[in-house]
């Protein structure tokens, strides 16, 4: 098990290299496609942020032109009752104008998620596409627990990105241009203490900006690693439990939750640093402001309106500043989860072959075909199978028999394209397999494994394909076939039954009978059978093998053997042996041999 923690590192490690901010350009389909509400939210956001502008401008107004000069001496008592209804007025325009903002944050943030959840769920259907549509090589290097954080966490972390960012960032930016601009047409001399204190900031976001990527790229990492050992870990429990390895289990994972605690750690201590040098740079701002601000007011070179609406432009200023820190915090970990479903997105799924359809499988043929499985992103692993030639037409039976890792499965991964073979040529009526899409085979093929999968749901479900419909009565025949109507008839809620993911509630016997029946309702052109009665009592595997004579008639099947027993009645049968094709031809042709197939015969 730690091998494989290793290898989650790797690969972790591999997606950290990209660090090209331009992967968020990725992601401009989904904003395209939702433009009109995020034009919405912008264009609220604007409006927003005009009203706060107005607020201490508004103010400004009331301290200069009506509260000062109606506590100046000499002002008479109409004069100061006008300058007092017109104080009054400005303060029922700044409460009229706080409603406004109360309404317009409220339409915002909900027009604001409401487009991040549109755009989540567009994204993470097509991340789900993607991740269905991937070969099966692809999930030999990918770990579910990897793909689930993929599916969830970095794609909730998105949603931060588009609801928190894309808008706030407008309207912070927006505001700080707008505050900038205003400050400068007030007093000149005083916003030069902002311009003095902005490179500062630019300055320390940068720094942050570095480091806090990094950290992310870690937590990233941590979080897809801890969701890969979990996974594998309840997969693997009764494993775990017989061979007592939960101390080493628990050991392991403990290292893994502590490497994500430093990280997060880290995380904490460089926001920490970040967060108060803007708050310190803030308040240095604030006091140069009232300093020389107050100095000019005492001289009478400033009105104390302007100097007023100055403190509180100075706050305003590095509110969003702080915002922009804030976000950017959030920037960074949806960049980092950003790279992780750009690497989904930026795989080729599985092809799809070519446009051909077909109608049935007359015949399959082999010549000399090679195939070699890939070893990680960096090497591959010698031939498991080597210039491999075979025929097998319709009606025909063909038994692959040879010891452990001779290739058997391999030729069967190969027929239904579970991986693309090497050199040599599969040809399928006589045609070459690339030609035919990836559907149109599979459509036409069932396979019977020996540890066969089945979905939570009912036995139904399980059986007929989502896109056939079945009567009762041919639901039964093909319970009768697959000697599944007995066991079906016990229980309860017969083939309504509800079963648990991976058909644990039932016996591995049982599972294999239910796979069987699938196969039935799939009506095959070629069915293939690896070992499918290995974990069949004797008296229900011969019941199969007479069930299943009749499924081969007209049809192709090819059973990988296992048992010798299995191989026996085929009409051709090839024994492989480090990947070649060493004897072929029927058992009575084999047996005269007195080869490699004799001498199992002769072991048994």
Not at 266 to 284: A, E, H, N, Y
Request: include cysteine; glycine fraction near 6%.
């Amino acid at each position: 098990m730690k091998g494989g923690l290793g290898g989650y590192q790797e690969l972790e490690e591999e997606l950290n290299k990209q660090r090209d901010f331009k992967l968020l350009k990725r992601f401009i389909p989904l904003i395209r496609q939702n433009r009109r509400v995020i034009l919405l939210s912008i264009a609220l956001m604007i409006m927003l942020s005009i009203a706060d502008i107005a607020v201490p401008f508004i103010t400004r107004t009331a301290v200069d032109d009506y509260i000062l000069p109606g506590m100046a001496k000499g002002t008479t008592q109409s004069d100061k009752a006008q300058y007092l209804f017109n104080a009054a007025m400005s303060g029922l325009t700044l409460f009229i104008l706080s409603i406004v903002i109360f309404v317009l944050n409220f339409f915002q943030n909900f027009v604001m998620e409401y487009a991040g959840q549109l755009m989540m769920h567009d994204l993470r259907l097509e991340i789900f596409s993607r991740i269905q549509n991937q070969p099966v090589s692809y999930f030999s290097k990918n770990t579910v627990g990897r793909l689930s954080t993929r599916v969830t966490n970095d794609v909730q972390n998105m949603q931060e990105l588009f609801t928190s960012i894309i808008t706030f960032v407008i309207k912070d930016a927006f505001l700080l241009i707008s505050i900038l601009f205003v400050l400068v047409g007030m007093d000149i001399k005083l916003s030069l203490i902002m311009f003095i204190i902005i490179p500062f900031v630019v300055l320390s976001t940068w720094a942050f900006s570095a480091k806090s990527r990094e950290i992310y790229r870690r937590l990233r990492s941590n979080i897809a690693e801890i969701n890969s050992m979990f996974s594998e870990c309840i997969g693997g429990i009764k494993v775990i439990q017989l061979f007592t390895q939960q101390k080493k289990v628990i050991r392991d994972f403990k290292r893994l939750n502590h490497e994500n605690y430093l990280a997060g750690m880290d995380q904490i201590k460089v926001f920490g640093i970040f967060m108060p040098i803007i708050d310190l740079l803030s308040s240095i701002a604030l006091a140069a402001v009232i300093f020389y601000g107050g100095g000019r007011v005492a001289s009478d070179n400033l009105t104390l309106g302007t100097l007023v609406a100055f403190i509180s432009y100075t706050k305003m200023f590095f509110r969003p500043v702080r915002d922009l820190s804030e976000k950017h915090n959030i920037l960074q970990n949806a960049l980092a989860s950003g790279e992780r479903l750009i690497q989904i997105l930026d795989t080729d799924e599985e092809n799809r072959g070519g446009t051909k359809t077909l109608e049935t499988i007359d015949s399959l043929e082999f010549q000399n075909v090679s195939f070699k499985y890939e070893i990680g992103a960096n090497g591959s692993d010698s031939e498991v199978i080597k210039n491999v030639s075979f025929t097998v037409n319709r009606g025909e039976s063909l038994a692959i028999l040879g010891p452990t890792g001779s290739g058997k499965t391999s030729l069967m991964n190969l027929i239904v394209r579970f991986y693309q073979h090497g050199s040599g040529d599969i040809l399928i009526n006589g045609k070459e397999i690339e030609s035919y899409s990836t559907y149109a085979i599979r459509s036409k093929v069932a396979i019977v494994t020996q540890d066969p999968y089945l979905f939570s749901g009912t036995i139904r479900e399980n059986i007929t394909p989502p896109d056939r419909s079945f009567t009762d009565e041919q639901l039964n025949e093909i319970l009768e076939l697959s000697y599944l109507k007995s066991i079906v008839d016990h229980l309860s809620n017969g083939v309504n039954t509800l079963i648990s993911e991976g058909g644990a509630s039932l016996s591995s016997g049982e599972r294999q009978l239910i796979s069987i029946a699938r196969a039935f309702a799939h009506q095959p052109d070629l069915i293939i059978f690896d070992e499918a009665t290995s974990y069949v009592d004797t008296e229900s595997e011969e019941k199969i093998r007479i069930a299943t004579a009749k499924l081969r008639e007209n049809r192709t099947s090819i059973t990988i053997a296992h048992r010798l027993r299995s191989a026996m009645t085929a009409d051709k049968i090839i024994v492989l042996k480090d990947g070649k094709v060493i004897e072929s031809g029927n058992h009575d042709m084999l047996m005269n041999l007195k080869g490699f197939y004799f001498k199992l015969h002769s072991v048994k």
